[in-house]
């Protein structure tokens, strides 16, 4: 049993955050019998309620976990593109529900919940480090040998290697926030509700701010092809089919390097 003035004072800690007692309650007498530690009750409400969307509680857990996730990402690599990319990688799995179930919950109180994320970001920051490998001079090749439009396959084929120049340079001019949901929609997979949950707006907002980064990289790679073939304006509209051609996988195949 978990005593209903502590399981009082844990909501307390947060006042903002909005949660079903009961069914906090109800959860943290599973992780008591779990050996959860009546000192650890507050962390262990918000990580319950951060597992369900709350958006103070996201907010209030994004503020409490960010110095340790940065020192054991910085354990691994200093740069901040890395940095960021373990922030929005341990976003996905901890509070990216698969199943019905958020992994967040499987934090049980045995400890504070700061040195239990830290251990998190510590292992999505060694995956992502083994994970990464040279890129490969023919990222797209197979893109390209499957292209069913004739003649979009001679242009990637004849073009191949400034077209991945062209989408590497696009990428890496947008702003950081643009990166990350590319990747968290076509190489992670997320779908637009889940994009809206990580970054608490709407559905309808993350779906626009995906819309406009895929747009913007189009259009950066057609500027980029069409500057350095110096192409005549005859070819203008083959090289946007181009480049709108597979544009998701495209992006996919480079961010994922």
């Known amino acids: 049993m978990v005593g209903e003035d502590s399981l009082r004072r844990a909501r ?3 006042p903002d955050v909005k949660g079903d007692p009961d069914a906090f309650a109800a959860h943290a007498a599973a992780c008591r019998s779990r050996g959860m530690l009546p000192e650890h009750m507050s962390d262990l409400f918000l ?27 910085r354990r691994v690599d200093h740069a901040p593109a890395f940095i960021d990319e373990v922030r929005q990688a341990l976003r996905v799995r901890l509070l990216v ?9 499987d934090y ?18 060694l995956n992502l480090k083994r994970a990464a490998a040279p890129a490969s001079p023919d990222l797209l090749a197979d893109l390209v040998s499957g ?14 290697a400034e077209f991945r120049e062209a989408l590497e340079a696009a990428l890496a001019g947008i ?7 590319l990747r968290l929609s076509y190489v992670d997979g997320l779908r637009l509700a889940q994009l809206a ?28 092809l069409v500057a350095r073939l110096s192409l005549s304006p005859s070819s203008l509209d083959s090289v946007a089919r181009m480049v709108l051609s597979n544009l998701d996988l495209s992006i996919a195949r480079i961010l994922r390097g």
């Not at 319950?48 to 020192?71: I, K, N, S, Y």
């Not at 702003?175 to 949901?181: K, T």
């Not at 779906?207 to 406009?212: D, I, K, M």
Request: aromatic residues 6%.
């Open 197 to 224: 949950r990580l970054y608490q707006v709407h559905e309808s907002t993350a779906s626009r701010w995906l819309s406009l980064a895929t747009a913007q990289v189009a259009d950066d790679a057609r500027r980029r």
């Open 108 to 125: 049980v109180g045995r400890g504070p919940l700061r040195g239990w994320v830290g251990v998190a970001a510590l292992r999505v920051a």
């Open 47 to 73: 990580a319950w309620a951060a597992g369900r969307g709350d958006p103070a509680a996201l907010r209030h857990f994004e503020r409490l976990v960010a110095p340790d996730l940065e020192t054991a990402a």
């Open 97 to 105: 529900a698969e199943g019905g179930r958020a992994r967040i919950d």
């Open 147 to 160: 292209e069913a439009d004739p003649e979009l396959q001679h242009l990637k084929t004849l073009y191949r």
């Open 12 to 14: 307390a800690s947060y």
């Open 175 to 181: 702003a950081e926030r643009q990166r990350a949901i």
